[in-house]
């Protein structure tokens, strides 16, 4: 049955439906528990009692969001069985409350802070022994220094809304300048979580990656097909692993890996506090708007990247009021 399951995810994801990173997820998901320990099953024989054993089991080492995809994955597996008669009728499973976590968002304070401190560190060797770096971080010799390319990641992305993992995939010929009105890069990036529209970034997102393809491009490595930061890892992966190990040393020279609230930071700490910045200093932005930019749903942004902003962060906006030319306007659209 989970075979079968996964062969008809397959199917969704030729079909656009479903990303191929969701059904990796999925199958980790299916060899890592679910199989062994019930792969010898009959579908008839997993009861209610089972899967309350079974999410107790998991609620030990995961989160509640975890624990709520796992039991999705064995829905998928049972709902199967019902519909190829295998099995009669879904058995009741337990019900997990999802508990949400704030992603870490820097306050603009903070955020200035790692930045200054990224560029202070720029070309500086990291403290530990050579016999660390190599053992419990895996780097090479040639990535114990720091290089610009942090300060660069942690301005664009705070600029640019994008995830962590579109660093090691987003090459020059997905960057477009764009000078009208406004001036800012339209970024068509490649299709993330079912996601296909372009990002279009702030305008300081244009004065950073001027700099690094200059920077970059004294050593030939600024062509349409080169990577934006880090371009001469060939490795992706690594290069990504990389960056998040530069960050985490930014951070600890900081202090500023725990948030307020005990949470632990990372790149994608910077994602969260570019979509909280336009909350908070974004003249009007609608959430839909926002939404659709930074490639994510108005629901997400409720849930976590919303959830640390308060009422008094935008006393003002709260505190305003309409002209009356504006309540004027708004009534005869109404009418």
Excluded at 40 to 57: C, M, N
Excluded at 160 to 178: C, G
Excluded at 306 to 335: D, F, P
Aim: avoid cysteine; hydrophobic fraction near 35%.
């Amino acid at each position: 049955m989970a075979a079968q399951m996964l062969t008809n995810e397959h199917a969704r994801v030729e079909r656009g439906e479903f990303s191929s990173g969701s059904l990796k997820v999925l199958r980790n998901r299916l060899d890592a528990h679910i199989l062994p320990r019930w792969g010898k099953q009959r579908p008839e024989d997993i009861d209610h009692a089972q899967l309350l054993a079974f999410t107790q089991y998991l609620s030990k080492s995961f989160s509640t969001i975890t624990v709520s995809q796992y039991l999705v994955a064995v829905r998928k597996i049972l709902t199967l069985a019902v519909a190829v008669n295998a099995l009669d009728k879904l058995p009741e499973f337990p019900k997990v409350r999802v508990q949400t976590n704030s992603r870490g968002a820097f306050t603009p304070t903070e955020y200035w802070q790692i930045m200054r401190t990224a560029r202070k560190l720029q070309n500086t060797r990291h403290p530990d022994s050579d016999s660390t770096l190599r053992k419990s971080y895996r780097l090479r010799s040639a990535e114990y220094t720091m290089p610009p390319d942090v300060a660069w990641v942690i301005g664009f992305m705070v600029n640019s809304f994008i995830r962590p993992s579109d660093l090691k995939t987003l090459k020059h010929r997905h960057v477009e300048v764009v000078r009208n009105g406004n001036t800012y890069l339209r970024l068509n990036l490649p299709k993330t979580k079912s996601h296909t529209r372009p990002i279009v970034t702030l305008q300081p997102a244009v004065r950073i990656y001027q700099q690094l393809t200059q920077h970059h491009s004294a050593r030939n490595l600024a062509a349409p097909d080169d990577y934006l930061f880090l371009p001469h890892l060939r490795d992706r992966a690594y290069a990504h692993w990389v960056l998040s190990f530069y960050f985490n040393w930014v951070l600890a020279r900081t202090g500023l890996k725990l948030g307020a609230h005990g949470q632990e930071r990372s790149l994608y700490s910077l994602r969260h506090s570019s979509i909280t910045f336009r909350l908070l200093y974004g003249q009007g932005i609608d959430l839909l708007t926002l939404a659709r930019n930074a490639r994510t749903s108005v629901d997400m942004i409720n849930q976590h990247y919303a959830s640390t902003v308060t009422g008094e962060q935008n006393i003002g906006m709260l505190q305003s009021r309409r002209t009356r030319q504006h309540s004027q306007l708004s009534h005869t659209v109404i009418s």
